[in-house]
């Protein structure tokens, strides 16, 4: 059985909780001062302190620093409004979480379910750390680096608190692992774990989705439905590409994180939740803000632990740690080993990865699919544009011919486009060409080379046939 310590001057509302944390098993003790919570916590020392902000002879805040006193005590700060301050006030002094008066049963409750020891989170902690030398994992990330590095120091940091992160980062580096970090690190872990991609719902759908619907109160709903809010109650929810949700819904889940409620689509009853929001996004949000697709104060209320994660060209020294991961988990479930040749290593170095970790794992997949023996070599991976130029000039001698013809797939010939022009063999680059330009030029050849057969297309330039989809279609093809 747990010792709870409640240091709150209203002797009502802290015989109250006493009552309330009784009922969840722990003993209690209060204190309506600071100096009978000192002598409390010398007389026993508590598993939980629930700790108010304004008390007659100071802060509650000042407890937090007597690391003496406080010992292996979790705190959790109690305030009138749950605020911008208040969460970053409780990242600053160490607590690890804060309950909005008046509380609630089922806040308390909470609260109360994942207690844990400040020391046991330490040595986890420390745990990965001990990981991430011998085997170049933290949690869920690979690396090494040194860009890497700084992440898992500020995921060390953030994990063991209740205040939201927001993930930066390019599409495909990897925001919601991070997530799934956080998650693992935290005291919810025995909760849910919930992801959604704000930009992937429908937007008739997304209010419905995230925060459920009753029974009749459209079209269509035949049923009453718990939306994302309510089934992470007590865990995580993971808001992916939070810049594309409409912005009517933006108002609404700022509510919900000011004030800890909501209510479903079709109710006007309001549903308490106990969720810890850990929102993403690849696009800059201040521009987010300023061209009118993000709220700004939703931007400051989420952004209380900023984390942004480098780009894969930026860490390429994390390479081979990442193919022998991604390499061993294909073979794993496939049930064929299957490994790199240092030319295969090289290739991927030089790429520039555009589509970062995510198109990495891709790549390799369709490599280890087109290898026919154990060593996947550098035939089936990708080049950057003026690779892809080199390349073609070397092995299509009658790429003029097909430069041409691509140029008629965009209804101008290729002198006229500023991009390529061909000649003896080869596509010539007029320096300073915009690196789109010079991958459109190439990519039209090809295909007119392959006599317009994309999947051949595709494997020659070392892409997904879907990314050939998405070009041509970006083409007007």
């Given at each position: 059985?747990?010792?709870?310590?409640?240091?709150?001057?209203?002797?009502?509302?802290?015989?109250?909780?006493?009552?309330?944390?009784?009922?969840?098993?722990?003993?209690?003790?209060?204190?309506?001062?600071?100096?009978?919570?000192?002598?409390?916590?010398?007389?026993?020392?508590?598993?939980?302190?629930?700790?108010?902000?304004?008390?007659?002879?100071?802060?509650?805040?000042?407890?937090?620093?007597?690391?003496?006193?406080?010992?292996?005590?979790?705190?959790?700060?109690?305030?009138?409004?749950?605020?911008?301050?208040?969460?970053?006030?409780?990242?600053?002094?160490?607590?690890?979480?804060y309950l909005v008066k008046p509380v609630s049963a089922r806040q308390l409750q909470s609260i109360l379910s994942r207690v844990m020891k400040p020391s046991v989170l330490k040595d986890e902690v420390r745990s990965l750390h001990d990981d991430l030398q011998r085997t170049g994992?933290?949690?869920?990330?690979?690396?090494?680096?040194?860009?890497?590095?700084?992440?898992?120091?500020?995921?060390?940091?953030?994990?063991?608190?209740?205040?939201?992160?927001?993930?930066?980062?390019?599409?495909?580096?990897?925001?919601?692992?991070?997530?799934?970090?956080?998650?693992?690190?935290?005291?919810?872990?025995?909760?849910?774990?919930?992801?959604?991609?704000?930009?992937?719902?429908?937007?008739?759908?997304?209010?419905?989705?995230?925060?459920?619907?009753?029974?009749?109160?459209?079209?269509?709903?035949?049923?009453?439905?718990?939306?994302?809010?309510?089934?992470?109650?007590?865990?995580?929810?993971?808001?992916?590409?939070?810049?594309?949700?409409?912005?009517?819904?933006?108002?609404?889940?700022?509510?919900?994180?000011?004030?800890?409620?909501?209510?479903?689509?079709?109710?006007?009853?309001?549903?308490?939740?106990?969720?810890?929001?850990?929102?993403?996004?690849?696009?800059?949000?201040?521009?987010?803000?300023?061209?009118?697709?993000?709220?700004?104060?939703?931007?400051?209320?989420?952004?209380?632990?900023?984390?942004?994660?480098?780009?894969?060209?930026?860490?390429?020294?994390?390479?081979?740690?990442?193919?022998?991961?991604?390499?061993?988990?294909?073979?794993?479930?496939?049930?064929?080993?299957?490994?790199?040749?240092?030319?295969?290593?090289?290739?991927?170095?030089?790429?520039?990865?555009?589509?970062?970790?995510?198109?990495?794992?891709?790549?390799?997949?369709?490599?280890?699919?087109?290898?026919?023996?154990?060593?996947?070599?550098?035939?089936?991976?990708?080049?950057?544009?003026?690779?892809?130029?080199?390349?073609?000039?070397?092995?299509?001698?009658?790429?003029?011919?097909?430069?041409?013809?691509?140029?008629?797939?965009?209804?101008?010939?290729?002198?006229?486009?500023?991009?390529?022009?061909?000649?003896?063999?080869?596509?010539?680059?007029?320096?300073?060409?915009?690196?789109?330009?010079?991958?459109?030029?190439?990519?039209?050849?090809?295909?007119?080379?392959?006599?317009?057969?994309?999947?051949?297309?595709?494997?020659?330039?070392?892409?997904?046939?879907?990314?050939?989809?998405?070009?041509?279609?970006?083409?007007?093809?």
């Open positions: 059985m747990g010792h709870a310590l409640i240091v709150e001057d209203d002797a009502d509302a802290a015989r109250m909780m006493a009552q309330l944390v009784a009922n969840e098993g722990y003993s209690a003790a209060t204190a309506q001062s600071l100096r009978e919570a000192r002598r409390q916590m010398a007389l026993q020392q508590p598993d939980i302190v629930l700790l108010d902000l304004k008390l007659p002879d100071g802060n509650g805040m000042t407890l937090l620093d007597e690391t003496d006193l406080i010992g292996n005590s979790e705190v959790v700060l109690m305030t009138g409004h749950a605020s911008l301050e208040t969460s970053i006030q409780a990242l600053r002094f160490g607590a690890a979480d994992r933290f949690g869920h990330l690979v690396g090494t680096s040194a860009p890497m590095e700084q992440v898992y120091q500020q995921l060390a940091r953030v994990a063991g608190t209740s205040v939201t992160v927001f993930v930066t980062g390019e599409s495909g580096t990897g925001k919601e692992l991070v997530a799934r970090t956080v998650h693992d690190l935290s005291r919810r872990r025995a909760r849910p774990f919930l992801a959604v991609n704000c930009g992937a719902i429908s937007p008739n759908l997304i209010e419905s989705e995230i925060f459920g619907h009753e029974k009749g109160s459209f079209t269509g709903a035949e049923r009453q439905h718990h939306g994302f809010f309510e089934r992470a109650h007590g865990g995580t929810l993971f808001l992916d590409e939070i810049t594309e949700m409409p912005m009517e819904l933006q108002v609404k889940l700022l509510r919900v994180l000011e004030t800890g409620t909501f209510m479903r689509v079709g109710s006007s009853t309001p549903i308490e939740t106990d969720v810890r929001v850990i929102a993403a996004s690849n696009r800059d949000p201040a521009q987010a803000v300023a061209q009118g697709k993000f709220r700004e104060d939703l931007h400051y209320r989420l952004n209380v632990f900023p984390l942004e994660l480098p780009p894969l060209r930026e860490r390429l020294e994390d390479l081979p740690l990442l193919v022998k991961h991604f390499l061993a988990d294909i073979g794993k479930r496939e049930g064929v080993s299957k490994r790199a040749t240092p030319a295969a290593l090289e290739r991927l170095a030089q790429y520039r990865w555009p589509g970062n970790v995510r198109e990495l794992r891709n790549v390799l997949q369709r490599a280890w699919v087109m290898a026919p023996e154990a060593d996947i070599t550098d035939q089936w991976l990708p080049r950057n544009p003026a690779q892809q130029v080199a390349s073609l000039a070397a092995v299509a001698p009658v790429m003029a011919g097909a430069a041409g013809s691509a140029a008629a797939f965009v209804g101008k010939p290729a002198s006229d486009a500023g991009e390529a022009s061909s000649t003896g063999g080869a596509i010539q680059i007029t320096v300073g060409t915009p690196l789109a330009a010079v991958e459109r030029q190439v990519i039209l050849a090809t295909l007119a080379h392959f006599g317009n057969h994309k999947e051949r297309t595709a494997a020659a330039l070392g892409v997904s046939l879907k990314t050939l989809y998405n070009r041509l279609k970006d083409y007007g093809l």
